[in-house]
C-alpha cells in the first residue's frame, strides 16, 4: 500500500529535482567477466538459409564496463577494472581505449568472451546471445582483487556488477566486499544468483537487483511494490546492508533503507520501448553518480529510473540519451510506502 509523498521530497511529479551532475568523485567499477558485443541488425529473421546483417557497432561490454561508460556520459569519472583474455580480450582493450574509458586490465589465460546482440526491425525485438566466459584460477583471482584494492581509495564508490564466470566461487563478491571496506570505501553490487547469495553476509553499502533476479532469491514471483518490498527487507536483513533497490521492469524500483522504503514509479515515455539490455547498468551508473555527488539514496534512485527509462528506449545495448533521462527526471513519482 502506497502511503503520502515522501517529506522532504519535491511533490509527486518530482518538480525541483537538481539537474545531472557534472562532476563527482571518481569511480572504480569492477567487471570479472567481460564481453566484446557484436550488435547487428536484421529485416527480419529466416527460419531457413542465411539471415543477411548489417553490423551496428563494436563495443566493450559487461556489467562494470557499462555502468563506467555511463558514469562517464552523466559526466561523472570512473575507471573500470577489468579482465582481458588473449584475442579477444586485446580487441576489448582497444574498443576501451578508442572510446576514452579509462580502464585497468588484468590479463588472464581464458579467451575473452563475445556477446551477439540482434535487432530485428520488423518486430523491433533484440535477441541477446550471451556465452558463459573463461574460467579464473585462484591466482588470477588473487590478482584482480589486488588490482582492485589498488585502484579504489577511501570515501570512493566501488561498482561490481555482473555474473561469475566459471572457476570463481560463489562467496567471491564477498571477498570483493572486504576489500572494498579495507579501502574505506562503499561498494555498490549489482548481481545475481550464486553471485548474490554468495555475498550476502559481507557489509554491503548497496545491492541492487531486478524483478526476475530477487525472484529467484526469495523463490516467488515478484511483480509489485510489495513483493519488492518483501525482497529488499530480506536483503537489509541477511547481512549488513545500508540501501536495498529492487527494480521492478516498466513498474519502476523501491530504495529502502533502515529508514523505511520509498516507491519511485517509471514515467510516461515519449517513445516505443526497444529494448531493456543495459537499462539496469545505465541505472546503477546514475545512482552511484548522485551519490558519488552527495544525494541522498531515494533522489539517487529517482535518477537512476529516469535513466533506465532512456535507456529502453534505445535499440540493442545503445549508450541511453542523456537529455531524454533528463526531460523524464521530474516526472519520476516518488511515494513513501505506510508502515515506513
Not at 41 to 57: H, N, P, S, W, Y
Request: overall charge negative; charged content about 25%; aromatic content about 4%.
Amino acid at each position: 500500500m502506497s502511503g503520502p509523498d515522501v517529506p522532504g521530497s519535491p511533490p509527486a511529479g518530482g518538480s525541483g529535482r537538481s539537474p545531472l551532475p557534472e562532476t563527482v568523485s571518481p569511480i572504480v567499477t569492477l567487471t570479472v567477466n567481460p564481453t566484446v558485443d557484436i550488435c547487428c541488425e536484421v529485416d527480419r529473421l529466416a527460419d531457413i538459409g542465411k539471415t543477411r546483417a548489417r553490423v551496428r557497432f563494436v563495443a566493450a561490454g559487461g556489467g562494470g564496463i557499462n555502468v563506467a561508460r555511463g558514469v562517464s556520459r552523466l559526466g561523472g569519472r570512473a575507471t573500470a577494472v577489468h579482465t582481458a583474455g588473449r584475442e579477444v580480450g586485446q580487441r576489448l582493450n582497444r574498443l576501451l581505449d578508442e572510446e576514452g574509458v579509462d580502464h585497468l586490465a588484468l590479463g588472464i589465460a581464458g579467451e575473452t568472451r563475445e556477446a551477439f546482440v540482434l535487432f530485428e526491425t520488423a518486430s523491433r525485438r533484440s535477441y541477446h546471445i550471451v556465452p558463459p566466459g573463461p574460467r579464473l584460477d585462484d591466482e588470477e583471482a588473487g590478482r584482480l582483487l589486488d588490482a582492485l584494492g589498488r585502484a579504489v581509495g577511501g570515501d570512493q564508490y566501488a561498482v561490481a556488477s555482473g555474473s561469475l564466470p566459471g572457476g570463481l566461487p560463489d562467496t567471491f563478491y564477498a571477498a570483493v566486499a572486504r576489500r572494498v571496506g579495507e579501502a574505506g570505501a562503499r561498494l555498490v553490487l549489482d548481481t545475481s544468483g550464486r553471485a548474490l547469495r554468495g555475498s550476502l553476509h559481507e557489509p554491503v553499502y548497496l545491492r541492487r537487483c531486478n524483478n526476475h533476479e530477487a525472484a529467484s532469491l526469495v523463490g516467488r514471483p515478484v511483480r509489485s511494490f510489495d513483493d519488492a518490498r518483501a525482497v529488499n527487507e530480506y536483503l537489509l536483513a541477511a547481512g549488513p546492508t545500508e540501501i536495498a533497490i529492487t527494480t521492478l521492469g516498466e513498474l519502476g524500483a523501491l530504495c529502502s533503507s533502515r529508514h523505511g522504503h520509498t516507491e519511485l514509479r517509471v514515467p510516461p515515455l515519449p517513445g516505443e520501448p526497444l529494448s531493456d539490455a543495459g537499462a539496469g547498468d545505465a541505472m546503477v551508473a546514475a545512482l552511484t553518480c548522485r551519490l558519488a555527488a552527495g544525494d541522498d539514496p531515494v533522489e539517487a534512485c529517482a535518477l537512476g529510473v529516469a535513466v533506465a527509462a532512456a535507456a529502453v528506449l534505445t535499440p540493442d545495448t545503445e549508450p541511453f540519451d542523456r537529455e531524454v533521462a533528463e526531460a523524464l527526471l521530474p516526472a519520476v513519482r516518488t511515494r513513501r510506502q505506510a508502515g515506513s
